[in-house]
């Protein structure tokens, strides 16, 4: 068959810095969020703010960003204003959530060292792909190896079989398989490198994009007619846009990437202490990551239920007020966590969202707040009302909201806390 073609980008520089941030006095939005504000009764813990991120899903795909669509992310200008608010060039910013490494990005264009921590191996080889930078000369002829070798397989051609799922017939056409087979063939031709890393990253970002899932929500939802028998197209277009924001990266940054449980003392090296520490946990009852990516799991041959039992208890669809309790006391935990990694004085910001059920609106971020000051010493410094955009894919369009409250998307909460000295 024909190859797709590789592209080549005239020249590279360092990507835009992405949408601004709109920031203003909470009183400005008063009239249309107060309420919420008041539901999740975080209008008494200190000063406020109302955060909006202009720009569309696409313009926040800036650097490497766009690399891999991971549902629930936050937008990428949220780390850029918190990191520069709170830390200095060359200090250290820890994430003990990190996902898919939005935190490890901006912490490496805002000149910072960065520690990243996850458990799940799908956003762990993404985070470190997106924060590692490439050659694109190299990287694009690695490329174009991969497509020189590439040719379908079979399971018996190929002993690759996708695990954890109940059944992959659903999910994935025959030919989609054996594509998908045949891709992964090819890319462990290439020597293990960042290169390959990059584009085994690409080659994840496929998976979803040409299985009978649909792309347009994080949940996973049959939509047949979208799959794609071949996925080299796919995955070549992916790996070009890799390529170009991979290799404009900064080439002195030090970000690492970790496997670790957020609700475990993070593991810092010799006494390191974080300058700042950022979290952006999962939301109570909004998404189960370890299903969202199951697909991509599935065909790197991890079992979506071995990650679940190390991921913060988020009770997805169970939808009972009562398992709120236990999301309240992991995520206490992290937090803890985060206060006892951060220096002295440091800053530590958690961006969460509450819950409704049952057209209650559950004050998840209050609780664990109360929780923590039970047990650590600490200051609230700010409460952000981070106010997403209506076309933003996100976590608000998941909640049970009622017609008439369409019009206003529920926001959800950056909540800053300060370290004793």
């Known amino acids: 068959m024909p190859a797709p073609p590789v592209s080549k980008p005239s020249h590279l520089s360092l990507p835009e810095r992405g949408p601004a941030v709109t920031r203003a006095r909470v009183d400005s939005v008063a009239s249309t969020y107060g309420p919420q504000l008041r539901d999740a009764e975080l209008d008494d813990l200190g000063p406020t703010e109302a955060w909006t991120v202009e720009g569309s899903n696409r313009a926040n795909g800036y650097a490497t960003h766009g690399l891999f669509r991971y549902f629930g992310k936050y937008p990428p200008p949220i780390g850029r204003e918190l990191i520069q608010d709170h830390s200095a060039p060359g200090d250290l910013v820890l994430d003990p959530t990190g996902g898919s490494g939005t935190t490890g990005v901006e912490a490496l264009l805002a000149g910072r060292r960065c520690r990243l921590f996850d458990v799940s191996p799908t956003a762990l080889a993404v985070a470190r792909a997106k924060t590692t930078p490439v050659c694109g000369d190299a990287a694009r002829e690695a490329l174009a190896q991969v497509v020189e070798r590439y040719t379908p397989a079979t399971a018996t051609e190929y002993p690759l079989e996708p695990v954890g799922l109940r059944n992959p017939d659903h999910w994935f056409l025959p030919e989609t398989a054996d594509s998908l087979r045949g891709l992964h063939r090819s890319l462990h031709t290439l020597d293990d490198t960042p290169v390959r890393q990059l584009l085994h990253a690409a080659y994840l970002g496929a998976i979803r994009r040409c299985s009978r899932a649909t792309t347009q929500q994080g949940r996973l939802f049959l939509d047949a007619d979208t799959a794609r028998t071949d996925t080299l197209d796919t995955f070549v277009r992916f790996s070009n846009r890799a390529i170009k924001g991979a290799s404009a990266l900064p080439t002195n940054g030090d970000v690492t990437v970790c496997a670790h449980d957020a609700r475990q003392p993070l593991p810092l090296a010799n006494g390191e202490q974080a300058d700042f520490v950022f979290t952006h946990p999962p939301y109570f009852n909004a998404y189960k990551y370890s299903r969202i990516n199951s697909l991509e799991l599935a065909w790197t041959g991890v079992k979506p239920a071995d990650v679940r039992r190390s991921e913060i208890r988020e009770y997805f669809k169970i939808g009972k007020p009562e398992n709120a309790a236990k999301y309240v006391n992991d995520m206490q935990g992290v937090v803890e966590n985060c206060l006892d990694a951060v220096r ?30 039970e047990t650590r010493r600490m200051e609230v410094e700010k409460v952000v009302l981070r106010i997403p955009r209506h076309t933003e894919a996100s976590w608000v369009s998941s909640q049970r909201r009622t017609a008439d409250k369409l019009g206003v998307p529920l926001c959800d909460y950056i909540v800053v806390l300060r370290a004793p000295q």
Do not use: K, W
């Open 344 to 373: 002295p004085g440091g800053a530590v910001a958690v961006m969460i969202g509450d819950t409704r059920l049952q057209g209650t609106h559950i004050p998840v971020t209050r609780r664990i707040i109360d929780q923590v000051r």
